[in-house]
């Protein structure tokens, strides 16, 4: 029983182990992740939608839940920018920004959210992570990075736009482009600018003046802090909220009023399916972040328990007046490089934020948004990896389609509809390819016992022997074209007086195809031709064996290729 709570609430587990030594570690990773968390979090909080402290409530509770039940020992739950866009995407279908309705709504879908990741940890459903591959990850990523982008740049501009796809946006932003409020872009373009700077170029400077690159880099990392408060003094110092320039404004200070949401708010119904997509997208993106993260380190994390750790996290963010969180890359790479050694430091980093909204909300009055969206372009440009279409075209032509489909799709119609057609993709184009699997009529390569592809290589055939080898399971889908194929082969083959079948790639043959085999079997055996199955898998056998296939078979089930081949040439001479 202890065991088992300790697999349940992992604290229980690594807290065993905690010492001096650690804490150290740990809070020294809190506060580099305290300072990148702070204005990425009121930064996501604007993607969203959101008053900007809803970001610092959302990186707080959810912090110490994710620390009690995740199973990753460095990865950072928060907002992110892909999860921030989705919720601005589901709520402004039913609710205005900025309405007591609104920020409902994002609870409310918090809430579903984590009800729905909870659920499926507890029934072991970790397993639906592999069901979106990486080609429609990084797509689906990719395009939402694009999007994001482009709908910060009307706070880099200060004019007016919306749009939920990329024409659309891209239409709105230039209609209004005659309206660019010239204070708010001197603030804008030089803080994205500033902010690419420090990404690429400030660490070589601080090798340059003797710091490690471990200090240097963690340094880099704090680089929207300095714009954060350069800004802010600026617009302070020439009241550029007078100029037209729209300023954060007065943020309440303390924590947040801990609430249940309203259960019964009308539109749960509406953001039923947009909760999935969220807790789907938020989970695949965890798992491939702690994933990542934990084999550096020789550490594994459970997608069952990252499935109850991330539900709930966004349960706590919803009695926080959160919105939906998940792990995020960047800071989950910095807790890391900085050092962080347990969920801890994730904890430590929530007090961090707890303070910031207690003590250091009235400085936020005078932060442009400008500014906040400057540090989004910059971090989710990051994001953006156009090289997948070229890695894809070159690998598989199908993983290409799945990944440009996804693309222009989520561009062009919305997150929601893109991701859905990219898993559709994927599928459809599984169940192509399962449905006409590669199949090869092998001999043996000659002084060995070892059976090849005749069009690969010189092995040695036998004029009354047809050995077919099927590189796949056989399932309702591909079953009558594997009949098919075994036909057309006999046809150029008159000669032939035994079948076999090399069943190696098979791992399961359902009942649609085991009935296809029967009836082969049965037209092979008016024919005059003995059908044999080499090689079965153990499992396949078992399931075989409880029908009459192998009693009605007409040939003989063989151990091994070669032995089946010797047997029938030995005893047909």
């Known amino acids: 029983m202890k065991r088992s709570l300790a ?185 994205v600018l500033f902010l690419f700077w420090v990404r690429s170029g400030l660490a070589r400077v601080l090798r340059a003046v003797g710091l490690s690159a471990y200090v240097a880099n963690l340094i880099a990392k704090t680089g929207p802090v300095t714009g954060v408060l350069v800004s802010s003094f600026v617009a302070y110092r020439f009241q550029l909220g007078e100029q037209g320039v729209a300023l954060v404004g007065q943020v309440p200070v303390g924590l947040p009023v801990l609430s249940v949401p309203d259960l019964t708010h009308p539109a749960w119904r509406q953001l039923l399916v947009s909760a999935i997509f969220i807790s789907v997208i938020g989970f695949v993106e965890s798992v491939s972040v702690g994933h990542t993260l934990a084999a550096k380190r020789r550490q594994r994390i459970s997608p069952d328990q990252e499935l109850i750790g991330l539900g709930a996290a966004n349960i706590a963010s919803s009695f926080s007046g959160g919105y939906p969180v998940t792990g995020g890359f960047a800071r989950s790479v910095v807790n890391f490089d900085a050092g962080a050694q347990t969920p801890a430091a994730g904890m430590m980093a929530a007090v961090g934020i707890a303070l910031a909204a207690l003590y250091l909300t009235p400085l936020l009055a005078w932060l442009p948004n400008a500014t906040l969206a400057a540090t989004i372009i910059v971090a989710v440009l990051s994001l953006i990896d156009l090289s997948i279409l070229k890695r894809t075209w070159v690998y598989a032509k199908s993983d290409f389609v799945a990944v440009t489909t996804t693309i222009v799709v989520t561009l062009t119609m919305g997150v929601e509809t893109g ?71 006999l046809e150029k083959k008159p000669t032939v007086k035994h079948v076999i079948l090399m069943c190696t790639a098979v791992n399961e043959i359902d009942l649609s195809a085991l009935e296809v085999l029967e009836s082969v079997n049965h037209r092979l055996m008016d024919s005059g031709i003995d059908l044999h199955l080499s090689e079965i898998k153990g499992p396949v056998m078992d399931v075989l064996e409880r029908t009459r296939f192998i009693e009605d078979l007409s040939g003989r089930v063989w151990l091994s290729q070669h032995q089946a081949e010797q047997y029938i040439i030995k005893h047909t001479q």
């Open 7 to 191: 697999q349940f609430m992992p604290i229980l587990d690594w807290g065993r182990t905690y010492n001096r030594q650690t804490v150290s570690s740990d809070l020294l990773a809190a506060v580099i992740v305290t300072i990148m968390l702070i204005p990425q979090s009121l930064a996501y909080a604007l993607l969203a939608g959101l008053p900007a402290q809803v970001g610092l409530y959302a990186s707080m509770l959810p912090l110490i839940a994710y620390g009690i039940f995740g199973s990753s020992r460095t990865l950072s739950v928060g907002p992110v920018a892909v999860v921030s866009l989705m919720t601005a995407t589901a709520i402004g279908q039913i609710a205005q920004t900025g309405t007591i309705g609104y920020l409902q709504a994002a609870m409310l879908l918090a809430f579903m959210s984590g009800a729905f990741l909870l659920l499926m940890g507890l029934l072991r459903m970790g397993f639906l992570a592999n069901f979106l591959s990486h080609p429609v990850i990084a797509g689906f990523i990719t395009a939402s990075g694009i999007l994001i982008a482009c709908s910060q740049l009307k706070h880099i501009l200060g004019i007016e736009a919306h749009g939920e796809n990329l024409p659309v946006l891209i239409s709105s932003l230039i209609s209004n482009l005659s309206d660019a409020n010239l204070a708010t872009v001197a603030i804008g373009v030089p803080v």
């Open 419 to 489: 991701v859905a057609c990219g898993v559709l993709a994927s599928l459809a184009l599984h169940l192509f390819k399962t449905s006409q699997p590669h199949i090869a009529v092998v001999g043996e390569v000659p002084g060995t016992e070892h059976y090849r592809n005749v069009n690969r290589h010189q092995v040695v055939t036998y004029p009354s022997i047809l050995s077919i080898r099927i590189d796949e399971s056989l399932y309702f889908a591909n079953a009558t074209y594997i009949e098919d194929q075994i036909y057309e082969l």
